[in-house]
Nanobody, 125 residues
Framework: QVQLVESGGGLVQAGGSLRLSCAAS????????MGWFRQAPGKEREFVAL????????LYADSVKGRFTISRDNAKNTVYLQMNSLKPEDTAVYYC??????????????????WGQGTQVTVSS
């Protein structure tokens, strides 16, 4: 019943920006914390950012702090990832995912039961 659909990926030059969106349906959006993860070919899926149910707390991986911003609009059932100062090493498929709320293991993708299909982000040098 829960569906997540990412959009906004594409090809950009190093130093450029993208805004990713994740639209949710099938449940009350505000009841879930939302995370963004990314995965490059042959690599483990890694944590990028999380926003709590109310949006009062955000968390980021060290690799993206100061460059990426996660936000949510519960009225629109949508979470966003604003990505600035992009680097070639940011190239990956980006996924949005949900869990009941922030807590122990928030950076472990195995603790998120709901996932979108991903959107490709490619940063050229």
């Amino acid at each position: 019943q829960v569906q997540l659909v990412e959009s906004g990926g594409g090809l950009v030059q190093a130093g450029g920006s993208l805004r990713l969106s994740c639209a949710a349906s099938g449940r009350t959006f505000g009841n879930y914390a939302m995370g963004w993860f990314r995965q490059a070919p042959g690599k483990e899926r890694e944590f990028v950012a999380l926003i709590t149910r109310s949006g009062s707390t955000t968390l980021y991986a060290d690799s993206v702090k100061g460059r990426f911003t996660i936000s949510r609009d519960n009225a629109k059932n949508t979470v966003y990832l604003q990505m600035n100062s992009l680097k070639p090493e940011d190239t990956a498929v980006y996924y949005c995912a949900e869990r009941d709320n922030y807590g122990l293991g928030y950076a472990n993708f195995r603790t998120y039961p709901y996932w979108g299909q991903g959107t490709q982000v490619t940063v050229s040098s």
